[in-house]
């Protein structure tokens, strides 16, 4: 039964996000593409505001954390060296009775087709999740080269220049966001595993012996981000140790949200040692651009690396699960309309619209598109004048706008409008000259 609501709370927000513009599958007139999202008008400002979000949590507010942006194809090398070509791979096996490809770790039953029950399942086979492409004329395995199936290799790659460029010395960070692909086996639950997404990804340099302090600030704080920032709440979120340690890593442990299909990975905390940059020392054989000099002991060493590593998709994913909701009888009664009202309960700073203008005639406009006008200097702010003022309501409840401003005739004697809250649904009246200063308070 429970199982059943949620599959049933994921196909309703799926459904949301195509309606309203937010996420939808790409290519959707030839029937999609398997692992492919577009964000719509109202999915891009909710993308958008959450990185910048991160961005300003873990570079801006900080003096110890710089920002980077590398191209997405990167020399060959380099996915050599991160193990990427060689090891990068997931377990599959086929079913040879409805030809169906799984990752043999998420099969229920090992050796069982999920689909149709068929025990006729293939030895499982490695499988290279980087994409490839060709860079120059000439289509041959010399000129392959790879779509980057993370963010933070370019960030070891470009440590130097960026280290002298800034004057940063040790203990530092260099963040980085954009788009990562692999070729994923089995992509689901809608944007939660594509084959083309969004990392928001932080490597910590720092040395050997003051690493795990770092390990556990950086802990606290990507935990914070999810709480204090995002305002999730803290019993959907829980900490999944790894126990099984790649060689290298002293630690590791991941960040999960309860998702309507179950718990889910949304971002990876992990010591990675000094693999990366000893690696890249050992494949292009500069070693003055992967390690750092001592000046006391005038040695140099590869940096520890504690590693930050996020899905945008993901946590936009968890913000639309978490603010999702539909409204029982009694809420309804205070709008004073008839049919259900979704609502999604996003928190202002990333709904894709902030405020709306509202005036209760079209006759209005004189009154209303000077202060939409004015709004729109400080927040995300959408004019709509058709329909009835409860439709209207609704329209802006589905796509998370926590403020909505109706402008009415009184407006225009006493310089006065209503303001409507998206939770309470309380209304306030207010002077025009004050909703600025209110607004910004409240996002
Ligand atoms: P999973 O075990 O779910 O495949 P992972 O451990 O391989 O994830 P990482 O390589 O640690 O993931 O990537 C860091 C973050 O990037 C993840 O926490 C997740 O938020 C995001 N991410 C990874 N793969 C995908 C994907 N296919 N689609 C969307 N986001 C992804």
Redesign the pocket.
Known sequence: MAEQVSADLMSRVVALCKRRGIIFQSSDIYGGIN?FWDYGPNGVPLRRSVEQNWWRYMVEDRDNVVGLDSTIICHPEVWRASGHVDQFS?SMTDCLECKKRYRVDQLEKPGVCPSCGSTRMTEPREFNLMMKTYVGPVFDEEHVAYLR??TCQPIFVDFNIVRIATRQKLPFGIAQTGK?F?N?IN?RFF?????????M?MEFFCRDEEAMDWFEYWRKERWNFYTQVLGIPENKLRLHWHEKLAHYAKAAV??EFEFPFGW?????I?HRGTWDMSRHCEFSHQEQDCKVYDQDSKESFFPTVIET???????CLMLLCNGYDEDTAETKKADKDEDTRVVLHLPPKVAPVQVAILPLSKKLEEQARPLLKDLRRYFRTDYDDSGSIGKRYRRQDEIGTPYCVTVDFDSVNDQTVTVRDRDSMSQERMEISKLPAYLMGKI
């Open positions: 692992g997931d199936a993370e990562a692999r994923e992509p944007t939660f595993r594509s084959r083309e997404f969004m990392q990804e991941d960040i889910g990975e949304i971002e990876g992990h590593s996020c899905g945008l998709d993901r946590i």
